[in-house]
């Protein structure tokens, strides 16, 4: 079984498993194209052999025709995508000091998450 997002616009519909066979003879009157993507690829790697398309797909990840690679929304609006694993990558350092922050896109920070009580 293989993995398929149905993609319009550039943008993933749907995801399914089926079979190759399936897709080619699956009459789908609905617009978009089926194309394959693999659950063992993230970050362009793959923990099983060769990475596909960047990431494996889901609801609402661009699909980028020209890189032929899936990947997710950005998680704000100051964050980069990184062209050679398409993750987005923060604008500054997450700290390593061993506490949990959290980003403020309106300071382009990461902030100390507080305590609850």
Known sequence: ???????LNEKVLNVIVAEQEFIDTF?????????E???????????????LRGNYASVGYTYDASND???A????????LNETTYLWK??????????????????LAF??????E
Do not use: R
């Open 73 to 80: 929304p950005a998680p704000y609006p100051s964050w980069v």
């Open 90 to 107: 923060n604008p500054v350092p997450y700290p390593k000091d061993g506490k949990i922050y959290l980003w403020n896109e309106e300071t």
């Open 1 to 7: 079984m293989k993995y398929f997002a149905k993609v």
């Open 69 to 71: 690679v899936f990947y």
């Open 111 to 116: 902030v100390e998450e507080e305590e609850e």
């Open 27 to 35: 009459v789908d009157e609905t617009p978009g194209e089926w194309i």
């Open 37 to 51: 993507t693999c659950v063992d690829t993230h970050g362009n790697q793959n923990s099983k052999g060769t990475p």
